[in-house]
C-alpha cells in the first residue's frame, strides 16, 4: 500500500522558535494532504488542507500564521509552527489520499512536538 | 458525513475474538463505512471499509446490517498488539481528497 513518511518523529524546542515538520508520500503522488493535530487523551483534529501548487486551506480557529504550510511538490508537504509556545506541544500527524477513489488515507507516523 | 456512535472502551481477551460495534443510523446511501486504528503514538492505520456488503480481508471482518444503520468490525483472533483505538468513519463515496473526520472511537484492550 500507500507509504506517508513523516519527520522528525519527535522534536522539543524553545519557546519562540519554529518547528518545521516534513510529510512525503513516498512511492505516490498527492496532490493534497491533510494536517492533523492530537492532545493527549483526545482524538485527531483537522488543521488545514494542503494543496500542491497553492495555498493551504485552514480549519476554522486554526491560525494560518502560526501554522505555515507549503506544498511545493507532488511528494512533500511541511508544517512550520512558527513562533512556538507550550500549548502547541501535540502530536502532529500527516495524511495523503491514495489514488483510488474510495476515500481511504494513508498516514504518517506522528511528530511529537514539546515546547518548553 | 454521518455521525458514528461507539463505545468509548471494550476489553477482550487475547485469543478470542473482538467486536467492535459502531452507530451510524443516519448514513446515506452512497457513504461508505471505514475503520481505522490507532495504536498509542503512532499514525492511525486503515483496516477496512465497506458499503452494504460485508468484507473480510487480512486484518478483520467488516459486517454491516442490511438497512446499513450500524455495523461491527471482528478481529477474529485479538492479540496484544492490537491494543489500539478503534475508529468508526462514514464518509461520502468518490471523495478521494476529503479529510476523514474522527469521532472519539473505542478504546480497545487486549487482556492477556
Known amino acids: 500500500g500507500a507509504v506517508v513518511s513523516q519527520h522528525p518523529s519527535w522534536v522539543i524546542c524553545k519557546s519562540g522558535t519554529s518547528v518545521k515538520i516534513e510529510c512525503r508520500s513516498l512511492?505516490?503522488?498527492?496532490?493534497?494532504m491533510f494536517w492533523y493535530r492530537q492532545f493527549p487523551k483526545q482524538s485527531l483534529m483537522l488543521m488545514a488542507t494542503s494543496n500542491e501548487g497553492s495555498k493551504a486551506t485552514y480549519e476554522q480557529g486554526v491560525e494560518k500564521d502560526k501554522f505555515l504550510i507549503n506544498h511545493a511538490s507532488l511528494t512533500l508537504s511541511t508544517l512550520t509552527v512558527t513562533s512556538a509556545h507550550p500549548e502547541d506541544s501535540s502530536f502532529y500527524i500527516c495524511s495523503a489520499p491514495g489514488t483510488g477513489n474510495t476515500g481511504e488515507l494513508f498516514f504518517g507516523e506522528g511528530s511529537r512536538l514539546t515546547v518548553l | 458525513d454521518a455521525k458514528t456512535t461507539q463505545p468509548p472502551s471494550m476489553d477482550c481477551a487475547e485469543g478470542r475474538a473482538a467486536n467492535l460495534p459502531c452507530n451510524h443510523s443516519?448514513?446515506?446511501?452512497?457513504?461508505?463505512v471505514y475503520w481505522y486504528r490507532q495504536i498509542h503514538s503512532q499514525g492511525p492505520q486503515y483496516i477496512i471499509h465497506?458499503?452494504?456488503n460485508n468484507e473480510t480481508n487480512e486484518m478483520a471482518s467488516l459486517i454491516i446490517t442490511e438497512d446499513r444503520k450500524s455495523s461491527t468490525l471482528i478481529l477474529p483472533h485479538a492479540t496484544l498488539r492490537d491494543t489500539a483505538v478503534y475508529y468508526c468513519?462514514?464518509?461520502?463515496?468518490?471523495?478521494?481528497?476529503?479529510?476523514?473526520?474522527f469521532g472519539s472511537g473505542t478504546r480497545l484492550q487486549v487482556q492477556p
Open positions: 468513519i462514514v464518509t461520502a463515496a468518490g471523495t478521494g481528497r476529503r479529510a476523514l473526520t
Open positions: 465497506g458499503l452494504k
Open positions: 443516519t448514513i446515506s446511501g452512497n457513504e461508505y
Open positions: 512511492d505516490f503522488q498527492a496532490t493534497t
